[in-house]
């Protein structure tokens, strides 16, 4: 017997949304005050982020009231559908970063449109989603086999190939999505263990018998109470013990001011953990957990496997960007310089993942 249809929003996901994106607005202001203050203006970082957010709310309505299951529909006078056209539309942007591309702190990552700059490789990560979504959807059997596994990663492969070339933070995030999304799908998880292995080997091998940089990161991590270059991370594990339980007070860290290199960024965990304590820390951590599980029952309840597979897309890359976030910031792993969601200070992530809840919302208006 099928069951009855809702046609609105799932409340509870909306507003969880919109009550971690605020609490980031505010830990931006506090995190970022000295810098922006240097800078010329307080509000500078607030500006950039409630920018971002805007245009990703407006995003996130539009998309929620859209029916998700046009992606797959086929485009008149055209085989392809819009789920092709966005897989494309991102790899293009991924190579015309590498030619026309804007340069900052030594990295090419943004494109300029005149009007915004953005960075392609945050736009790949919805485009992996909606792909291996749709892949699925048309057989998720094969998945049940290495070789159907293999096939994903092959379409995959140009994608994650460019984004390498340009962020191995984002790469690593993409291919956590392809993985994790194929390893949900499939009804037989053995020769996962085996790709499991090789990807930790081989991850393993290209960064200890690396040079350069990815060296350096990995005797910060092993030795970052005497290697010179671990300023960061340390400031950052200075900031979290002076926190202790209960914090020093909203807008009293010590650490952001000058102490910890872009601390409304990437290490904006730490500045939350020293001004909040772990009790603010992990209020912080549960919200998400809540906002996780709320993703999982629109998923369960999906109407099709298209949907079920968006929403367990958005997951893991909310999951993998929390979970590395934390883990850099406390030292549990080597720095990544992966932001924590909704929280660290970036308009493009912002505006992205505001539009994927959209996907999630416009899945839960359709739930059974």
Same mark, same amino acid.
Not at 42 to 63: E, H, P
Not at 275 to 304: H, K, N, S, T
Not at 325 to 333: E, F, G, H, Q, Y
């Given at each position: +017997?099928? @069951?009855?249809?809702?046609?609105?929003?799932?409340?509870?996901?909306?507003?969880?949304?919109?009550?971690?994106?605020?609490?980031?607005?505010? +830990?931006?202001?506090?995190? @970022?005050?000295?810098?922006?203050?240097?800078?010329?203006?307080?509000?500078?970082? =607030?500006?950039?982020?409630? $920018?971002?957010?805007?245009? @990703?709310?407006?995003? +996130?309505?539009?998309?929620?009231?859209?029916?998700?299951?046009?992606? %797959?529909?086929? %485009?008149?006078?055209?085989?392809?559908?819009?789920?092709?056209?966005?897989?494309?539309?991102?790899?293009?942007?991924?190579?015309? =970063?590498?030619?026309?591309?804007?340069?900052?702190?030594?990295?090419?990552?943004?494109?300029?449109?005149?009007?915004?700059?953005?960075?392609?490789?945050?736009?790949?990560?919805?485009?992996?989603?909606?792909?291996?979504?749709?892949?699925?959807?048309?057989?998720?059997?094969?998945?049940?086999?290495?070789?159907?596994?293999?096939?994903?990663?092959?379409?995959?492969?140009?994608?994650?190939?460019?984004?390498?070339?340009?962020?191995?933070? /984002?790469? &690593?995030?993409?291919?956590?999505?392809?993985?994790? +999304?194929?390893?949900?799908?499939?009804?037989?998880?053995?020769?996962?263990?085996?790709? %499991?292995? =090789?990807?930790?080997?081989?991850?393993?091998?290209?960064?200890?018998?690396?040079?350069?940089?990815?060296? *350096?990161?990995?005797? &910060?991590?092993?030795?970052?109470?005497?290697?010179?270059?671990?300023?960061?991370?340390?400031? #950052?594990?200075?900031?979290?013990?002076?926190?202790?339980?209960? @914090?020093?007070?909203?807008?009293?860290?010590?650490?952001? $001011?000058?102490?910890?290199? *872009?601390?409304?960024?990437?290490? &904006?965990?730490?500045?939350?953990? *020293?001004?909040?304590?772990?009790?603010?820390?992990?209020?912080?951590?549960?919200?998400? $957990?809540?906002?996780?599980?709320?993703?999982?029952?629109?998923?369960?309840?999906?109407?099709?496997?298209?949907?079920?597979?968006?929403?367990?897309?958005?997951? &893991?890359?909310?999951?993998?960007?929390?979970?590395?976030?934390?883990?850099?910031?406390?030292? /549990?792993?080597?720095?990544?310089?992966?932001?924590?969601?909704?929280? /660290?200070?970036?308009?493009?992530?912002?505006?992205?993942? %505001?539009?994927?809840? #959209?996907?999630?919302?416009?899945?839960?208006?359709?739930?059974?």
């Amino acid at each position: +017997m099928k @069951g009855k249809r809702y046609y609105h929003s799932d409340y509870a996901l909306l507003f969880m949304t919109i009550m971690i994106a605020l609490f980031g607005v505010l +830990m931006i202001y506090s995190a @970022g005050y000295y810098t922006a203050l240097r800078e010329g203006s307080q509000w500078r970082f =607030v500006i950039g982020q409630l $920018l971002g957010l805007g245009i @990703g709310a407006f995003a +996130m309505i539009l998309v929620s009231t859209l029916d998700y299951q046009t992606l %797959m529909k086929p %485009m008149p006078h055209c085989r392809g559908n819009l789920v092709y056209v966005i897989y494309l539309a991102a790899i293009a942007m991924q190579i015309a =970063v590498l030619f026309v591309g804007v340069e900052r702190n030594g990295a090419k990552r943004w494109l300029n449109l005149g009007f915004v700059q953005f960075q392609p490789s945050e736009i790949s990560k919805i485009a992996a989603i909606l792909f291996v979504a749709y892949m699925v959807h048309r057989n998720r059997a094969a998945l049940d086999h290495f070789s159907g596994f293999l096939k994903v990663m092959l379409f995959m492969g140009p994608a994650i190939f460019f984004i390498l070339i340009e962020n191995m933070s /984002s790469a &690593i995030i993409v291919s956590g999505i392809v993985v994790g +999304m194929c390893f949900v799908a499939s009804r037989k998880k053995a020769y996962f263990l085996l790709c %499991m292995l =090789v990807f930790v080997v081989g991850g393993a091998a290209y960064i200890f018998l690396g040079e350069g940089f990815r060296a *350096e990161r990995i005797d &910060i991590w092993l030795h970052v109470e005497t290697n010179e270059n671990a300023h960061q991370i340390k400031q #950052g594990l200075y900031a979290i013990a002076t926190g202790g339980v209960f @914090g020093n007070g909203l807008g009293n860290s010590m650490q952001k $001011l000058g102490y910890i290199p *872009e601390a409304y960024n990437d290490m &904006i965990f730490a500045v939350i953990c *020293e001004e909040l304590g772990i009790v603010g820390a992990a209020a912080l951590m549960i919200a998400f $957990l809540i906002l996780f599980w709320r993703i999982v029952l629109i998923a369960i309840r999906a109407p099709d496997l298209f949907g079920t597979m968006i929403c367990a897309g958005v997951l &893991i890359q909310l999951a993998i960007q929390v979970v590395i976030n934390v883990a850099v910031v406390t030292n /549990s792993m080597p720095s990544t310089g992966i932001p924590l969601p909704f929280i /660290s200070y970036g308009g493009t992530s912002a505006a992205i993942m %505001m539009a994927e809840m #959209g996907l999630v919302l416009g899945v839960s208006r359709q739930t059974k």
